[in-house]
């Protein structure tokens, strides 16, 4: 199927029907396979080594114990089954009386299969009050943070400026950005440690739905494949206006790049496991080469350099791109956008498929960070902070 230039691709319908079981199942193989393979070896920005180093990092918010996250490192649990939470009376059925005294019985529901079920679009919109903590009555994972003090969070931090890295800091205070601001939020208002871990892109999606880590706050955007096998928040970042999907082409090319016909025999690229990949692969179909590359980086620097043709790009990442660095000889091919229907629009969070009550812990602590505005000003100030690195 092409799109001609200045028509919009709307996804929801297509969405709609492509969640089904089977075409989840394939999806989650390929992507397993793709991740599989290992991270490419121009991803040098964070080496094995430094993912080792961050791993046994820890920042420790105000609110968070010294002593209860010092033993917590060594082991993360992946946590107990949904359905294994505790039942909890909700329902008189009746009562009677021994010596004066009233002995009720309840019918008992589970509390977590009412609380935290995916709604329709497969993700979790449910809320818990974070203002006291996580609680003492927490099940599943959300229960192995307590008791462990720590939380992790992976993430891949060349996405600013929402994750990035500032080279003139060292530990983990060098990871910076809106989701690293969020995320030390989450861990203060658990009242636990943060140990942020930095991987390649696809590493912290296959790692997550692994267990590995807590969660995966990476400016994840959703998909069908990721709500399948990941437990996704409600969103939290929304670009203004139809957040869009374009394509990225040199300043040299535009006469001869006018439309996605004229990608005929070209090479392409995206960056692998996201958004812009299962948009290319739903909507174009004739080009020559379809480069998966680790990071949306490595993508501008491989277009940048001529190994590819065109890149698949978020259109407001890659207009801050082109601003900050005026140089890189890029511009985005006019008339050209993708995008996604209202219920899958925003950036998400993720954790274990299954983790209902996590993530209903990390809605809780998006709607207060939603209703203070706090995350667009975290996204302002670190949007400044990027143009003075040239991110």
Same mark, same amino acid.
Not at 116 to 141: H, K, M, P, Q
Not at 179 to 203: H, N, S, W, Y
């Given at each position: 199927?092409?799109?001609?230039?200045?028509?919009?691709?709307?996804?929801?319908?297509?969405?709609?029907?492509?969640?089904?079981?089977?075409?989840?199942?394939?999806?989650? $193989?390929? %992507? %397993? @396979?793709?991740?599989?393979?290992?991270? /490419?070896?121009?991803?040098?920005?964070?080496? !094995?080594?430094?993912?080792? +180093?961050?791993?046994?990092?820890?920042? %420790?918010?105000?609110?968070?114990?010294?002593?209860?996250?010092?033993?917590?490192?060594?082991?993360?649990?992946?946590?107990?089954?949904?359905?294994?939470?505790?039942?909890?009376?909700?329902?008189?059925?009746?009562?009677?009386?021994?010596?004066?005294?009233?002995?009720?019985?309840?019918?008992?529901?589970? !509390?977590?299969?009412?609380?935290?079920?995916?709604? !329709?679009?497969?993700?979790?919109?449910?809320?818990?009050?974070?203002?006291?903590?996580?609680?003492?009555?927490?099940? =599943?994972?959300?229960?192995?943070?307590?008791?462990?003090?720590?939380?992790?969070?992976?993430?891949?931090?060349?996405?600013?400026?929402?994750?990035?890295?500032?080279?003139?800091?060292?530990? @983990? +205070? $060098?990871?910076?950005?809106?989701?690293?601001?969020?995320?030390? $939020?989450?861990?203060?208002?658990?009242?636990?440690?943060? &140990?942020?871990?930095?991987? /390649?892109?696809?590493?912290?999606?296959?790692?997550?739905?692994?267990?590995?880590? /807590?969660?995966?706050? #990476? *400016?994840?955007?959703?998909?069908?494949?990721?709500?399948?096998?990941?437990?996704?928040? &409600?969103?939290?970042?929304?670009?203004? =206006?139809?957040?869009?999907?374009?394509?990225?082409?040199?300043?040299?090319?535009?006469?001869?790049?006018? #439309?996605?016909?004229?990608?005929?025999?070209?090479?392409?690229?995206?960056?692998?496991?996201?958004?812009?990949?299962?948009?290319?692969?739903?909507?174009?179909?004739?080009?020559?080469?379809?480069?998966?590359?680790?990071?949306?980086?490595?993508?501008?620097?491989?277009?940048?350099? =001529?190994?590819?043709?065109?890149?698949?790009? +978020?259109? /407001?990442?890659?207009? $801050?791109?082109?601003?900050? @660095?005026?140089?890189?000889?890029?511009?985005?091919?006019?008339?050209?956008?993708?995008?996604? !229907?209202?219920?899958?629009?925003?950036?998400?969070?993720?954790?274990? &498929?299954?983790?209902? %009550?996590?993530?209903?812990?990390?809605?809780?602590?998006?709607?207060?960070?939603? *209703?203070?505005?706090?995350?667009?000003?975290?996204?302002? &100030?670190?949007?400044?902070?990027?143009?003075?690195?040239?991110?």
């Amino acid at each position: 199927m092409h799109i001609r230039p200045g028509k919009q691709v709307k996804t929801a319908a297509a969405l709609s029907v492509l969640l089904t079981a089977a075409v989840f199942s394939q999806a989650a $193989r390929a %992507e %397993e @396979n793709a991740a599989s393979s290992g991270a /490419d070896a121009s991803y040098a920005s964070v080496s !094995e080594a430094e993912e080792a +180093d961050a791993a046994s990092e820890v920042i %420790e918010p105000a609110a968070a114990g010294a002593d209860a996250a010092s033993a917590a490192a060594a082991d993360i649990s992946s946590g107990e089954d949904a359905s294994a939470a505790e039942t909890v009376p909700t329902e008189l059925d009746g009562g009677n009386f021994e010596d004066g005294i009233s002995i009720l019985t309840f019918n008992a529901i589970n !509390e977590q299969e009412q609380l935290y079920v995916e709604n !329709e679009w497969n993700f979790i919109d449910s809320s818990l009050d974070v203002s006291g903590g996580i609680s003492d009555n927490a099940t =599943g994972r959300l229960a192995d943070i307590r008791d462990s003090g720590v939380l992790t969070v992976a993430t891949e931090p060349y996405f600013a400026p929402q994750e990035f890295i500032d080279g003139m800091l060292t530990g @983990n +205070d $060098r990871f910076v950005g809106a989701d690293m601001e969020l995320a030390r $939020r989450i861990a203060e208002r658990m009242g636990v440690q943060l &140990k942020i871990v930095p991987l /390649d892109f696809t590493k912290v999606l296959t790692a997550t739905a692994a267990g590995t880590y /807590d969660l995966a706050i #990476s *400016a994840l955007a959703y998909t069908p494949l990721r709500a399948s096998t990941l437990t996704l928040s &409600k969103g939290y970042y929304f670009e203004e =206006g139809n957040a869009q999907t374009g394509l990225l082409i040199r300043e040299e090319d535009a006469q001869a790049i006018k #439309s996605i016909d004229d990608l005929a025999g070209k090479d392409i690229a995206a960056q692998k496991g996201s958004l812009q990949e299962m948009l290319i692969v739903e909507h174009v179909t004739n080009y020559h080469q379809f480069r998966r590359l680790p990071s949306v980086l490595d993508v501008y620097e491989a277009l940048s350099a =001529g190994e590819i043709d065109a890149a698949a790009s +978020d259109i /407001d990442a890659a207009e $801050r791109y082109i601003e900050n @660095n005026p140089g890189c000889g890029l511009v985005l091919l006019e008339g050209v956008a993708f995008s996604l !229907e209202e219920p899958f629009k925003g950036d998400r969070i993720a954790a274990k &498929k299954g983790e209902g %009550e996590l993530i209903s812990f990390v809605n809780g602590v998006i709607d207060e960070v939603l *209703a203070a505005d706090e995350y667009n000003a975290w996204y302002k &100030k670190y949007s400044d902070y990027a143009a003075r690195l040239g991110l």
